[in-house]
Structure formats: C-alpha cells, structure tokens
C-alpha cells in the first residue's frame, strides 16, 4: 500500500513562491499518474494539475502558467511549484496518485491513494 506524504506548505505572502513536495513510500510513483488537488475553506476539493505516468502535465484554466508540476520517479517524489502566490490559493493541498485511464486524469474518482495534505495560507 502506497503512501503519499507532503510537504513544502506555510504561511506566506502574496506574490511568494512555494514548491510543495510529495514523498512516496511502500510503493513507487513510477507508472502512477500524480496529480494535486486542493481545498479551500468552505469548498469542495478542486483539481489543481496532474502529471501523466508518461510525463505529459495537465492543468485548469486557473493554474496553467502559475503553477508547475513536476516528478522524479528515481526519487519517488512529485512536486508543485506554485508562483505569484494569490489569497484565493490559501487551501490544504493534496498530492494524489492512480494508474486510471488518460481521460480521467483530472478526476479524483479513480485516484488510489492519497496524501493527508499540506496547508498553504497566502496573505494579502
């Protein structure tokens, strides 16, 4: 059984950058999509952007350009960088991983495993 852990999360300012760490252990990320969702206070989790097993990354209308995911599959480790942080980033994020089909790679459904989160708080 996979786990999933992140790090990289705190209290910064607007405008700061963050990259967030995801550490797999019990199992390798190598041939698992990883993806990142967060959840901010009072709203459902929301996708935030995905990295193909292949390598290909995905993001929303809303991140693609400030944020950038990346993956070391020797390391067993998946990264977000966040840049120009804004107060609306302000939410617990999430590092999760499957293998389901390429079309569902923004999805939460077919997501196997799941870390417990990291919070991110932007002040303005």
């Known amino acids: 059984q996979m786990q999933l852990m992140e790090s990289g999360g705190g209290l910064v300012q607007a405008g700061d950058s963050l990259r967030l760490s995801c550490a797999a252990s019990?199992?390798?990320?190598?041939?698992?999509?990883m993806k990142w969702f967060r959840q901010a206070p009072g709203k459902e989790r929301e996708f935030v952007a995905a990295?193909?097993?292949?390598?290909?990354?995905y993001y929303t209308d809303s991140t693609i350009g400030r944020f950038a995911i990346s993956r070391d599959d020797a390391k067993n480790l998946a990264y977000l960088q966040i840049n120009i942080l804004k107060p609306e980033d302000t939410a617990v994020y999430y590092c999760?991983?499957?293998?389901?089909?390429?079309?569902?790679?923004?999805?939460?459904?077919?997501?196997?495993?799941w870390g417990q989160g990291t919070q991110v708080t932007v002040s303005s």
């Open positions: 999760a991983a499957d293998a389901g089909p390429i079309w569902s790679i923004r999805h939460s459904e077919t997501v196997l495993y």
């Open positions: 019990g199992g390798y990320i190598a041939g698992n999509h």
């Open positions: 990295q193909s097993s292949s390598g290909d990354p």
